[in-house]
């Protein structure tokens, strides 16, 4: 039972929505159906992705998570050594089933968009890759943790990329990326202490924290170029912004401070992941019947041409507005 909670804490509990709801929401709002593929597809990005990605980064992480206070709750899990080949062997046991199951269903564009996000859980942490200890490298491998399961899922359902999504992508990319970068701002001491190099301790905590502001709000700008109501998330970025801007002045020594910050960052994240829900059901009520029939702009009688829904077909998951 001990070894289970372990595995569990492991996961990291509150940050399953974060990486299961892109994936769910990408290919719901582009299938409209709820299908077997929507929910082991849900399930895996849920548990066996999370535990693979925390999982692999507190086994090899442990030395130097044993002088982060930060270590050992909510925020991170302190693995005890005995469990740490368990917490490995679990990872590979849970993980392998469903990505036989997903590649199975897939077509050749969504194994490899499979395969860079798999590959990014892995890279992250492991020995002789260790991204999260290669400045700059690590925030974007970190955004593409939780990015590349909604482009899996747009894939999986053969949607169209349009300049609308690719900007509704960019704008989720630029949030992992500022989120990345101020958590590792908290961390810039114990980092150090430990050796490990991130985007904070080379730039240092004062020009991390005005990235990740910057990166926010730019976001928050490419919002502005999807489709209605896309425009309103960009509304949901200033949160974000305002919560890193205390910090704007920030020291090195004082670095730790930032996690006030943090821990605010994780309640937003449920407000603000509240919110998206609202726009998502309000952009599907505004596109009943743009998938498998035809549908008419709200302004005009003008009838809009829909592919007929099914993996394998083009559908445009902006363009029927």
């Not at 070894?3 to 492991?10: A, G, H, Y």
């Not at 968009?113 to 970190?142: C, H, M, N, Q, W």
């Not at 101020?182 to 020009?207: L, P, Y």
């Not at 743009?290 to 008419?296: D, I, L, P």
Request: proline share 5%; hydrophobic share 55%.
């Amino acid at each position: 039972m001990r070894n289970l909670k372990s595995l569990f804490v492991s996961s990291r509990p509150l940050s399953w929505v974060n990486t299961a709801f892109p994936f769910a929401a990408a290919y719901f709002m582009s299938t409209r159906q709820i299908d077997v593929v929507l929910i082991v597809g849900t399930i895996y990005f849920l548990i066996p992705y999370n535990l693979a990605m925390y999982g692999i980064n507190d086994v090899f992480d442990y030395e130097s998570d044993l002088r982060n206070p930060r270590k050992g709750g909510v925020e991170g899990a302190l693995l005890d050594p005995s469990v740490h080949r368990l917490t490995l062997r679990a990872a590979v046991i849970l993980n392998v089933p469903f990505l036989v199951f997903l590649i199975a269903v897939g077509n050749p564009l969504s194994w490899v968009v499979l395969a860079i996000s798999v590959f990014a859980v892995i890279a992250y942490s492991a020995p002789g890759l260790r991204f999260k200890e290669r400045p700059f490298i690590d925030s974007l491998t970190s955004s593409t943790h939780f990015v590349s399961p909604a482009i899996y899922g747009f894939v999986l359902a053969a949607v169209v990329f349009t300049p609308a999504l690719w900007a509704l992508l960019a704008a989720f990319f630029l949030w992992g990326i500022a989120s990345h970068a101020f958590g590792a701002v908290q961390d810039i001491v114990a980092d150090r202490d430990g050796g490990i190099s991130s985007i904070a301790t080379v730039i240092g905590g004062r020009a991390t924290v005005r990235l990740a502001f910057s990166a926010y709000l730019l976001g928050g700008i490419l919002l502005l170029f999807t489709h209605f109501p896309g425009p309103f998330a960009a509304i949901l970025v200033l949160p974000y912004a305002v919560t890193v801007m205390p910090f704007w002045n920030i020291t090195d020594a004082d670095a730790e401070t930032a996690n006030r910050g943090w821990r605010l960052f994780l309640a937003i994240n449920f407000v603000v992941g509240f919110l998206v829900t609202m726009l998502l059901i309000w952009y599907g009520i505004l596109t009943v019947g743009c998938v498998g029939g035809t549908a008419t702009d709200s302004g005009s009688s003008i009838p809009l041409p829909i592919v007929e829904a099914g993996i394998g077909q083009s559908r445009d998951f902006v363009g029927c507005h």
